[in-house]
């Protein structure tokens, strides 16, 4: 369960917060993750950062939450920007819906052209971020305001190989959504990967903007299927890698974890 002042997780740890190898969990769980209102919603509010954790799909997952078959068409298809790349508004005709992930590659001058619309047949692969448009209409409106998702438990180490596109000139060039694998905070100082940034980037609802989080002054933890930004240490390559180890997992009591926003 998730509520407004606790985050859900999986409590397989011992008692001195390290994983206990001897608790063994078969079948399937369902784990909430609670979505707050932004203070001042208007456009950029109703998006929320979220990832999955069973590799079902966003259909199996959330649609009873908030997608409800509201996306049609091809899933992956990009969204058509502006002329201008408005930052705020697309061109008529484009795709749109209330899922989203974002690849890096697709970009060349425009950065709004990474954006792709997501159906109810999209895969949660752990470890892939979605940006979510969750509206006042739906789940926000429910009295627990939380989104939830069932699936086979796991705590096993999550590997992923990130692009950098060369043809890439906007300053999305190697950025990536990742999320939170686990049924479980993590910490982020335990994350690690090769020619990748120690800066990750926390989206708020409230204002539209991204809040920072590096290795040493403001570490940060990210709650059970929360997604953020990640960039490369150099752009120069042609790509990153980013580890998810399970002893980045933390029984932290703080009530930041249950936030997309800073508290």
Known sequence: KSSSSKTAYVDDFDANGNTNANTGINGNLTIERYIPQATNPGTNGRYHYIGGLSGSTAGAAWNDDFINGANTGVDGTPVTPKSNCDPLELAIGSAFGNLFSFDESNPTTCYQNGWEVRTT???LQRGHGFAARINASSILTQPDRVIDETGAYSRSDVNRTLSITASNATASKGEHLVANPFFAPINWNEVNGTNLSGTAY???????TFSPFNLITNPGVFATNEAFVVMPANNSLSSYTINFPAT?????DNDELLRQQQP
């Open 248 to 252: 980045a997992r933390t029984n932290s």
């Open 202 to 208: 926390r989206f708020d609802p409230n204002n539209g």
């Open 121 to 123: 047949a999209a895969t």
